[in-house]
Nanobody, 120 residues
Framework: QVQVVESGGGLEQPGGSLRLSCAAS????????MGWYRQAPGKQRELVAR???????NYADSVKGRFTISRDNAKNTVYLQMNSLKPEDTAIYYC??????????????WGQGTQVTISS
């Protein structure tokens, strides 16, 4: 059974930092691309950051220079270090794991999300 579990969200003041963690089990973690997405109230879910199985990263323009995604394949965990937080970073943050299997079949798994609230 595949499980993707986020943790580390909470309430933080503007300018502060948070580190989100996402632990995945039931998959061969090292071959999966991992991503962090977020959804703010009334808005569509958007990509925040992604790290491929090869370790290549990409970020939304809104978080470049403030957020860092990393992965620890030994711990089956991906992290999102969030610095210089802004109120507009408030959202539910979701972790995803995806890969393409044989014949182009896509495997994709999502966590339940963790709330991040940035407010003074």
């Amino acid at each position: 059974q595949v499980q993707v579990v986020e943790s580390g969200g909470g309430l933080e003041q503007p300018g502060g930092s948070l580190r989100l963690s996402c632990a995945a089990s039931g998959i061969t973690f090292r071959i999966y691309h991992m991503g962090w997405y977020r959804q703010a109230p009334g808005k569509q879910r958007e990509l925040v950051a992604r790290i491929t199985a090869a370790g290549i990263t990409n970020y939304a323009d809104s978080v470049k220079g403030r957020f860092t995604i990393s992965r620890d394949n030994a711990k089956n965990t991906v992290y999102l270090q969030m610095n210089s937080l802004k109120p507009e970073d408030t959202a539910i943050y979701y972790c995803s794991a995806d890969r393409f299997g044989p014949l182009g079949v896509r495997f994709e798994y999502w966590g339940q999300g963790t709330q991040v609230t940035i407010s003074s």
